[in-house]
Structures are given as structure tokens and as C-alpha cells.
């Protein structure tokens, strides 16, 4: 079946360090990917979607590019903040199931100043 | 932008309740999800609703029921609340066309004493 795997946190990072959170799937077909940020005591907001191959998603100076040759969407920021402290989570949509989202199990990110 | 309103963020019940979580949307938005969410065990599915009156049982349906009688709001109920069932739960909506995400609520922390 359809799965999503992250790499576990925490990761702690300082201010103004790359980031990357590396996200892999497994699926049939060609899924939508998705990337979810949590932050403390809140829902999940959508950070950013690709569709097909070779998309590269991007808000907030986050980016990920939906790589098909290796099943992946890793995330990725140049110069985080403190402020993106927060749980980060990719999900895959394979488009058939009435829109239904595969989580990965979350990554926690905390970044100090 | 998508709202996607939850009646509480917090609630505080005891064993044996009958317990209601609302959720409303104002996107009319086909799609509706009730997840629950505990640490070490990420998001899980416990009931969608794919248009009015449609639904269907996610990963995790036992011991809950859902209602969409519009299709703005859809309703979790717990019909006799145990303390297992102590979680934060988040309600999330969709468009019903290929490729869209779900838009997520700020949860609700349930407490069941």
C-alpha cells in the first residue's frame, strides 16, 4: 500500500542554518505531495503541494521538488528562523481515494537563537 | 482563504458522555475528515465524508460516529466517551477535484476524565 516516511526529530537547528527534512514514499500511480507545518498547539497548515514530477513546491522560503526517480520530496530552507520551530509533516494524495492523505509520522523541528 | 472552524479547543468530559466535536466550513467544500492525533502515532483517520449525508469509516471508526446533514458542518460524536479516547482531534475539508489539499482546523484537545 501507500506509505510516507520522514526522518525522525528532533532536529535542532541554529538561527540561520540550512535545513533539510528528507521525506521518501511509496505509491502506484502518480500521487500529489504535500508538505504540513504544526506549530505548538495548533492544526496543520498546508506549506506547500506539487503534483507531478519534477515540481518544485515552494512558500515561506521552503522548497521541495517531488522527485520521481527516487520517490522523494524532501524539504528544504536556505535560513531558518526561530520562528519555524514547529512539527513538519509530508503526505501524499494518490488521487483515487476520495482525496485521502498518507502521513508521514511528523518531524520536529526546533531552531534556537 | 479557507476557514475551517472548530467548535472548541478545548473540552473537558467524563467517562460514558456523549460527547459532539462540530466542525465548519465555509469554502463548500465537498470533502470533510475527522483525524485523531496522539503522540508516537502521528494523524489517524477515523471517519470522512465525501458529500451531505455520504460517509465513510477511516483507519480507527470504533467507538465513534459522524453526521453531515449540510454540507458546511460535519459533526464527530463519541457516543459513550472513554479515557482512551482523550486526544487532540482535527477536522480538515477538501475540494473534490483532483490534486487539491485538505485545509485543516485548529483542533480540538479532548479531555476525557
Known amino acids: 500500500g501507500n506509505s510516507v516516511t520522514q526522518m525522525e526529530g528532533p532536529v535542532t537547528l541554529s538561527e540561520e542554518a540550512f535545513l533539510t527534512i528528507n521525506c521518501t514514499y511509496t505509491?502506484?500511480?502518480?500521487?500529489?505531495l504535500f508538505w504540513y507545518v504544526q506549530y505548538p498547539g495548533e492544526g496543520l497548515q498546508l506549506l506547500l503541494k506539487?503534483?507531478?514530477?519534477?515540481d518544485k513546491g515552494s512558500n515561506k522560503g521552503f522548497e521541495a521538488t517531488y522527485r520521481k526517480e527516487t520517490t522523494s520530496f524532501h524539504l528544504e530552507k536556505g535560513s531558518v528562523q526561530v520562528s519555524d520551530s514547529a512539527v513538519y509533516f509530508c503526505?501524499?494524495?494518490?488521487?483515487?481515494?476520495?482525496?485521502?492523505?498518507?502521513f508521514g509520522q511528523g518531524t520536529e523541528l526546533s531552531v534556537k537563537p | 482563504d479557507v476557514k475551517v472552524t472548530q467548535s472548541s479547543r478545548y473540552l473537558v468530559k467524563r467517562t460514558g458522555e456523549k460527547v459532539f466535536l462540530e466542525c465548519v466550513q465555509d469554502?463548500?467544500?465537498?470533502?470533510m475528515f475527522w483525524y485523531r492525533q496522539d503522540p508516537g502515532l502521528g494523524l489517524r483517520l477515523i471517519y470522512f465524508?465525501?458529500?451531505?449525508?455520504?460517509?465513510e469509516k477511516g483507519d480507527i471508526p470504533e467507538g465513534y460516529s459522524v453526521s453531515r446533514e449540510k454540507k458546511e458542518r460535519f459533526s464527530l460524536i463519541l457516543e459513550s466517551a472513554s479515557t482512551n479516547q482523550t486526544s487532540m482531534y482535527l477536522c480538515?475539508?477538501?475540494?473534490?477535484?483532483?490534486?487539491?489539499?485538505?485545509?485543516f482546523g485548529d483542533g480540538t484537545r479532548l479531555s476525557i476524565l
Open positions: 480538515a475539508s477538501r475540494r473534490q477535484t483532483s490534486n487539491q489539499p485538505q485545509h
Open positions: 505509491a502506484t500511480g502518480y500521487p500529489s
Open positions: 506539487a503534483t507531478k514530477a519534477d
Open positions: 503526505a501524499l494524495s494518490d488521487g483515487i481515494d476520495r482525496g485521502k492523505l498518507i
Open positions: 469554502m463548500d467544500h465537498e470533502n
Open positions: 465524508s465525501y458529500d451531505v449525508k455520504m460517509k
